[in-house]
């Protein structure tokens, strides 16, 4: 397996590209379920959850072609509608193909994704709105199966707690189902905005997107189109929480203004990140200025709060800083794997049920650590670029499936970080 190596302590200086957003390319690829057209997406980022969602799709029948970050889709009815554990076990995201194939073909067999290292991660929401549309579902050695021969009734589906694949799963669903589907207190995250855009493109009816009311009202038959993925946020602010943690100056290409305005918002409180936005929104320029004390209280939120996904690179970028911060995690109720690899390399952290509390480390020292889930991962590079000495990163597996090249930007900026291959 891979690991990173990492000599702390340089400034990062230079420009990064954002790639496509993962979270975003997952569901749209996923909605190439449910038309017998072509679909054309671009700015796919090269990842390896990518590359899963490819082999699962493919066992569906879908014939895929990949052009460097173009990748054509093109759904054929499958000899069988089961997605098995070995494909969804890799990527939670992989349940996102059962509302398009129940809408499509009336019956689908999935594999429950299970537990993961940030938490259980249910799927209760999902097989609810799912039912309420008309779907008789049974679990059976690990599988769901659902089944709706008679066709999927629009209805109107409050969800009892915000979730993101929820909203994606029964949304596309409904853009097939016979008349009207209300989604309330829907997730109002970009991606779901992009997934929308999409499913506009290829004919669906659909409105609301962005707010916490989606409606939309199913068709016969969708097809298929073109799209442009959007920049990843996360990737996004990964990169700046680097600068935060590390000083320096890094002009972030490829961005768009919401996605800017929102980063500038989140990060306000880091009151030594200055962020500009250039190039009509097309850039951000990412600056630290003079060091001062930062005392920040942070809770993860759904959007548009602070993203349960830049927690952990949070907590690693606050470790050199002046002061004493809280970070509480209100998404997941395990997020914190980072915390005992930062506190093996001296991290000053003290974490109390979802709160972790900061403060200023002098010493923070390189070590051998090891990644256990994808952000925990980028957190772990932070550390590595602040630190005195060597960090070695083990499991950058991890790392793969939601960083395009992260090593290869960060040294272009001036890290002193290679990957080293096994
Ligand atoms: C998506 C993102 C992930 C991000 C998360 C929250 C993708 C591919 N992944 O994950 O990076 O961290 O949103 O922003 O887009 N829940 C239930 N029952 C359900 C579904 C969810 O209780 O049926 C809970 C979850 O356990 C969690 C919360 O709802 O506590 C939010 O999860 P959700 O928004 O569904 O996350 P994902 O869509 O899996």
Redesign the pocket.
């Known amino acids: 397996m891979d690991k990173i190596q990492i000599f702390g302590g340089n400034p990062l200086i230079g420009e990064i590209k954002i790639s496509g957003s993962?979270?975003?390319a997952?569901?749209i690829m996923a909605a190439s379920l449910l038309t017998d057209e072509k679909l054309s997406i671009s700015n796919v980022p090269k990842l390896s959850?990518i590359d899963s969602m490819i082999k699962l799709l493919e066992s569906l029948n879908v014939k895929v072609n990949k052009k460097n970050t173009t990748i054509d889709f093109q759904s054929f009815v499958p000899e069988s509608l089961s997605a098995s554990y070995e494909l969804v076990r890799k990527?939670?995201?992989s349940?996102?193909i059962l509302g398009p194939l129940l809408a499509r073909y009336g019956n689908a067999s999935v594999s429950l994704p299970g537990g993961c290292a940030?938490?259980?991660?249910?799927?209760?929401?999902?097989?609810?709105g799912l039912e309420r549309m008309g779907v008789k579902f049974k679990i059976n050695s690990g599988y769901v199966t659902g089944n709706c021969e008679k066709g999927m009734k629009g209805s109107t589906i409050n969800l009892?707690?915000?979730?993101?694949?929820?909203?994606?799963n029964l949304m596309m669903a409904a853009t097939l189902a016979e008349g009207e589907t209300i989604l309330k207190n829907a997730?109002r995250?970009p991606?779901i905005i992009d997934l929308a855009k999409l499913l506009i493109k290829m004919g669906a009816n659909i409105h609301g997107h962005g707010s916490k009311t989606i409606k939309i009202i199913g068709k016969k038959k969708l097809k298929g189109c073109e799209y442009k993925i959007m920049p990843d946020r996360?990737e996004a602010g990964t990169f700046a929480l680097c600068v935060f943690g590390c000083s320096g100056k890094i002009k972030l290409l490829n961005v768009n203004k919401s996605i800017s305005e929102h980063l500038q918002k989140i990060f306000k409180p880091l009151k030594s990140l200055n962020m500009i936005i250039l190039d009509n929104g097309k850039s951000l320029l990412v600056k630290k200025i003079k060091e001062t004390q930062v005392t920040i209280k942070i809770k993860t939120k759904?959007?548009p709060g602070f993203?349960?996904?830049l927690q952990a690179q949070l907590t690693s970028s606050l470790l050199k800083t002046k002061g004493k911060s809280e970070i509480v995690e209100n998404?997941?109720?395990n997020r914190f794997m980072h915390i005992s690899e930062l506190i093996r390399m001296g991290a000053n952290l003290k974490q109390k049920g979802s709160k972790v509390i900061v403060s200023e480390t002098k010493n923070l020292k390189g070590a051998e650590v090891m990644a256990t889930d994808?952000?925990a991962s980028s957190s772990l590079i932070i550390a590595g670029l602040i630190a005195n000495g060597k960090t070695i990163i083990n499991r950058v597996y991890h790392l793969d499936r939601?960083y395009e090249e992260i090593e290869k930007k960060l040294k272009k900026c001036g890290a002193n970080i290679e990957r080293i291959k096994k």
Not at 118 to 128: Q, S
Not at 160 to 168: D, H, L, Q
């Open positions: 993962k979270n975003s997952l569901p959850d990527m939670r995201a349940f996102l940030i938490g259980t991660r249910p799927v209760n929401l999902h097989l609810d009892k707690k915000i979730s993101v694949g929820a909203t994606e997730a995250e991606e996360i759904e959007y993203p349960t996904d998404i997941f109720e994808l952000r939601g």
